[in-house]
């Protein structure tokens, strides 16, 4: 019913409506540009190399692990244990590369299986996410607060809650290392974005989320696996945040289990909302998510540029995710 | 599937985190010695008291269909609220507190209800918000309060040999059950979590109800913050990380559903005891020293705890439905 009566006001207004549309749906992107703008003019030192690396580098873990959230919100779920399987990939790569949990036969085995067994295991978390949603019909933000309360439990006891520090440029380059001067990590961060974009436009499985989270009964008497969808979707998250994971501590060069991807499923929820993912599922943008991250740090970063402290730039951060979900909701009107 | 043995399902799962705290209690009474003694009985309901005020808002949100997020940057920010005005007595403190909770109590109702901006985002926003506030109040460390105003008595006292705290949190809770149970505000809060537009359209005054759980929750909240400054002699801006999810943990092992519609206050109680116990039995557990298990079990118990809570909730609803 609401639908003929958006088509019928449209009609009306049409001039109106254009801005509006251009507003709401570029309006990430006209957020990102002004900022931009703003930055040139008043923060000094803002077009260097080094800027546009420092704020990269900053979104990136949010960005990655916000690629996951996108497709599990897009379903209509919510993945709250992302921070906690980051602590977790975090806790183990260095037990491997380090020899603590088994032998090594040569440092290179070593450093491979520090990126291989990590990642499998927060996949594998995520997987158990998935079957927790599907095969027991647990609600999403349930299902995933299990280990979102036990999950960095689970790390800390790995570690017994001791710092691991290391020192192994072939393990960091996955944080630290440069690309033709751009860090690795925005690279993959890229990649990644590309790839689910392509996935979620292009490809059956992009089309089977977007119609699960638009109406999940009417996907399933339309014949999509919705199960084996959602199943995916929770393991993509949780591979995706293991590698977040795998960056945050070679870019510290040590293993806090304490702190690493603390509050990140908050940040990445945040991410998603602000570049334009409708939070209630069946319809998602993953580029709006790298815009809506970036949004995020740059308010950050201007605010703390020009001396406003870390704290009040918390409270623009709220300001910004209200404003942006408002204007959103105007588009739907 | 019979009707007896339906009645039985639905009666484990209304009374079996009961069932589940009784056993509990049952295991460290005959395991360790000073298990039921005055000293940890009290000291646990001090300590849980701030925890079961948080959940008790979180219920009364939950059963309307919503969430919120805030509670925990809520209670840090009336923390340091109540720390600063200490100096000037108690009832300054409190209700400086209480003031700071009701106003992000305030902004959420106004944001769900006026914007019609969803729960989660809107108490996540709301959450940082505090978070912030609190930090900048404090300047970025811990407040301390006032010993000589007698402010701590609100945290630390005793009133007839019982913990103030447990008092503020046992007060609260009698309301609670009573305005859930007895007033027409309370259906209305049932009647909006089970079907908000039916709701609206039998006339019930849903948004406002909605506002003023909202603002409840921001205010219980607020009275936890009080209590942890009072406790720990401290308002502490950086304190209630997690306490959102850990209410909604202790909510759900209740027996509440999230879907809204269906709860009950002292189920909550009995889930955030449960909770807390698990804690205090594996200080127990590691005070027998036969087996010592790290503070960082205790997240991990938990989380189990509650995947055993809710996967058995799921197969019992899913046998009722298949019974209907």
Known sequence: MSETATTLSTEHRASRVDTRILLTRHGAWIALVLLILVNLAITPNFATWQTLNVNLTQVCTIVIVGVGMTLVIATGGIDLSVGALMAIAGALAPLIFLGKLFPLPHPAIGIALAFVIPVLATGALGWFNGWLVTHLRIQPIISTLVLFIAGRGIAQVFTNGNLQVFNLPSFQFIGLGRVFGIPFQAILMITIVGI?????????????ILAIGGNERAA??????????????YLISGLLSGV???IVIARNSAADANLVGLGMELDAIAAVAVGGTLLTGGRATVVGTLVGALIIQLVRYTLLANGVPDAAALVAKAAIIVLAVWLQRQSHR | MDTISL????????????LALLALILFGWLRYDNFLGAFNVLSVLRYNSMFALVALGMCFVIITGGIDLSVGSTAALSSVAAALLSPYGVLPGLLGGLAAGLAVGACNALIITRLNILPFITTLATMLAASGCALLLA??????????????????????????????????????????????????????GGNEDAARLMGLPANKVKALVYLASGGLSGLAGVILAA?????????GVGWELF????VVVGGTLL??????????????????????????????????????????????????????????????????
């Open chain 1, 196 to 208: 689910a974009a392509w996935m979620l436009r292009r490809t059956v499985f992009g089309r089977q």
């Open chain 1, 220 to 233: 399933r008497l339309a014949g999509v696996p919705v199960a084996s969808v959602k199943q995916r979707v």
């Open chain 1, 244 to 246: 977040a994971g795998l």
């Open chain 2, 7 to 18: 009645k039985l399902f639905q009666g484990i799962g209304r009374y079996g985190v009961l």
């Open chain 2, 139 to 192: 300047e970025n460390q811990s407040v301390s309060v006032s010993y000589e105003s007698g402010f701590t008595e609100l945290g630390q006292g005793d009133f007839l040999g019982f913990p103030i705290p447990a008092w503020i949190a046992l007060a609260a809770y009698l309301l609670g059950s009573l305005v859930l149970n007895l007033t027409s505000f309370g259906r209305t809060v049932l009647a909006i």
């Open chain 2, 231 to 239: 406790q720990f002699g401290a308002g502490q801006p950086i304190e």
């Open chain 2, 247 to 250: 209410a909604i943990a202790a």
């Open chain 2, 259 to 324: 879907t809204g519609g269906v709860g009950s206050v002292g189920s909550t109680l009995a889930g955030v005891l449960l909770l807390g116990l698990i804690f205090n039995i594996l200080n127990f557990e590691n005070g027998l020293g036969w087996i010592s298990l790290s503070a960082y079990w205790q997240s991990v118990i938990r989380g189990a705890f509650l995947l055993l809570v809710v996967a058995i909730q799921a197969r019992l609803s899913m046998r009722t439905e298949e019974a209907a």
